[in-house]
């Protein structure tokens, strides 16, 4: 896997909520800033792909709070979507992010 500017702990964090809250069928990708060794800072882009989305307003709510008592207040960018979303930020998400 490619390295990821994050701590083992906050992978860990990411991918424990996200499949406690979107399910264990839901794929998480990091992508933008925090996959780019040379740069620093910066929020933690999250991509996660679920195969149907239901009442995500509330889930996203429920993992964004989660996630932060784990790791802490940090800027976080959410996207939720299906396989099917070709909308430009889910391809840049699949193509250039890291699944985690």
């Known amino acids: ?5 994050l701590e ?5 964090a990411i991918k424990e909520v996200a499949t406690k809250v979107f399910g264990e069928n839901c794929r998480v990708f990091i992508f ?5 060794a040379e740069l620093r ?4 882009d999250i991509f996660v792909e679920v195969p149907e ?4 307003t ?20 959410l996207i939720v979507a299906t396989p099917d979303c070709q ?3 889910c391809l840049e998400a699949r193509e250039k992010g890291v699944e985690i």
Not at 53 to 56: A, C, L, Y
Request: proline share 2%; no cysteine.
């Open 1 to 5: 896997m490619k390295k990821l500017r």
């Open 8 to 12: 083992d702990s906050e992978i860990r």
């Open 32 to 36: 933008g800033s925090r996959t780019k």
């Open 41 to 44: 800072g910066g929020d933690i």
């Open 53 to 56: 989305i239901k009442n995500v």
């Open 58 to 77: 509330a889930k996203k709510v429920e993992f964004l709070v989660e996630l932060k008592e784990r790791i802490g207040e940090q800027k976080i960018d």
């Open 87 to 89: 909308k430009p930020i």
